[in-house]
């Protein structure tokens, strides 16, 4: 059956219960984990993240865990023992949180910035990156960090962890993620104690939450469609007028002296205008699916960002001195875009193949199912229209 590959992924009790139907080829796990082809791979995500959603944070930041959880585990008995997994209970971790950043708070009230601040010379997130790169944050007001016990900074990869704190949990940090208080104040206290992966496991599970339930269908949704909003209006304009101009035709004959027969006429063009318009609503051109399954490319793709592509080059530039350009460098790209390509040219944008197996299946089975649907209307089409009598006003 074609729609064995559909799955309900469950979603967390708190959450507001709602279908989502993401093929099991294109789950979330599997994306990560980088088993899947362009337009769904883990590149095209972080793109979708970035330009669409505005929010590529989460999956970097995720991403980073994943990797700092590798890597922590590779280490010695001796050196883990150092950093002991965090377990301390949430309201004492909350009070003593409080405590700490007040006291910070207090310490650092005559400086700018925390000690912790990534221009400090501490290093980055990939080795590559600690050796040659220096991240620029001076823009920025960001909370001070709980302060780090004598032994808790001969911790394994303690620079590291505490420039991702810096970076992505201090309160107005650069690449802030969405956390509550109680999640942000739990974070920092742990990392306070440890740099064992567990001490950010508040703020995994909220990322995971939001990437797994909430962008990752998004995103999948985003990539069945092979063709930009400027053709897919012009498809769904012009399919209404063609299933429009089919009623009229057959409510004219109807209204003539002609053979009710000459009504069948009609048919063709409203099958074929409903056919294009089921398939346009869900964002997909069928003439591309029949070309070979191509797809239009993406405005992004069109103008690629270098700090998109340094990030899964292996990192060998930092991808925290993008700050700026992630706030200023999207809306140049974005306006030379919108200044310099007319609407026939977004209409016609450069193709390329569609590489995913399964994103290929699921256009044709929504173009098969779109096709089936408006054959079904077609024939109450010339159900209403042959049963009619013939009007006889000309």
Known sequence: MDWVFYSRQKRPAHLKERLVVVPKALSFDKVIAGSTCSPCSTRDFLNYLRFVEHSPETLRFFLWHRDYTNKFNSLSREDQDLSPPWELSVPDTLEKAHTHISHASASTSGRKHSSFLPGNSIGTIDEKLRQNSVVTVSHHEVTPLPPIGSSA??????????????????????????????????????????????????????????????????????????????????????????????????????????????????????????????????????????????????????????????????????????????????????????????????????????????VKRVQRVISKQSFVVSCVVGLAYIGIFIGLPRGNLF
Request: hydrophobic share 45%; proline share 4%; net charge negative.
């Open 153 to 358: 900074s001969f911790q394994p990869f303690r620079n590291e962890v505490s420039l991702v704190a810096q970076l992505y949990i201090s309160a107005q940090s650069p690449y802030e993620l969405n956390l509550t208080s109680r999640e942000r104040l739990a974070v920092l206290e742990a990392l306070s104690h440890t740099t064992h992966p567990s001490a950010f496991d508040p703020a995994v599970n909220s990322v995971l939450e939001s990437l797994r339930y909430q962008s990752h269908p998004n995103f999948v949704q985003h990539s069945l469609s092979n063709a930009g909003r400027a053709r897919i209006r012009a498809i769904r304009l012009l399919a209404i007028l063609v299933i429009l101009s089919s009623i009229v035709f057959g409510l004219l004959l109807t209204l003539s002296h002609q053979a009710r027969w000459w009504r069948l006429f009609g048919v063709v063009p409203f099958v074929l205008g409903l056919f294009a318009l089921l398939n346009a609503s869900k964002g997909i051109c069928f003439w591309l699916v029949y070309l070979g399954f191509k797809r239009e490319m993406l405005p992004w793709e069109l103008f690629p960002a270098d700090e998109v592509n340094s990030f899964f080059s292996g990192m060998s530039k930092s991808e925290h001195d993008s700050s700026e350009a992630e706030e200023y460098g999207i809306e140049e790209w974005v306006e030379n875009y919108e200044n310099n390509t007319t609407l026939l040219r977004r209409m016609y944008e450069r193709r390329t193949e569609v590489e995913e197996k399964e």
